[in-house]
Nanobody, 123 residues
Framework: QVQLVESGGGLVQAGGSLRLSCAAS????????MGWFRQAPGKEREFVAT????????YYADSVKGRFTISRDNAKNTVYLQMNSLKPEDTAVYFC????????????????WGQGTQVTVSS
């Protein structure tokens, strides 16, 4: 089992920045690729970013490429999502997730999920 707890969400004006954190406990964190997903009200959950177990490989949704950066610190069992140039359409609940496979944009590949953290971007 891997337990994931997100933090860092909040209310920010358009153009601002936030950094989300996801702290993992349980099984060896470095064995898992990690992903961030988000779900806006009335919409399906969608992929945001993913990072390999060692942190060398990352992949982003087109909608966030160039604005968001995913990173991880395996010594701290934590994955981060730095979000810059935020837009109102980035408003959503953000979830982190873990997969024993490689990086993947498909949420079905992920076994463990956090409870989510709300990000609200005002215009």
């Amino acid at each position: 089992q891997v337990q994931l707890v997100e933090s860092g969400g909040g209310l920010v004006q358009a153009g601002g920045s936030l950094r989300l954190s996801c702290a993992a406990s349980g099984r060896t964190f470095s064995n898992y690729a990690m992903g961030w997903f988000r779900q806006a009200p009335g919409k399906e959950r969608e992929f945001v970013a993913t990072i390999s177990w060692g942190g060398r490989t990352t992949y982003y949704a087109d909608s966030v490429k160039g604005r968001f950066t995913i990173s991880r610190d395996n010594a701290k069992n934590t994955v981060y999502l730095q979000m810059n140039s935020l837009k109102p359409e980035d408003t959503a609940v953000y979830f982190c997730a873990a997969t024993a496979g490689g990086i993947n944009a498909n949420e079905r590949a992920y076994t463990y999920w956090g409870q989510g953290t709300q990000v609200t971007v005002s215009s």
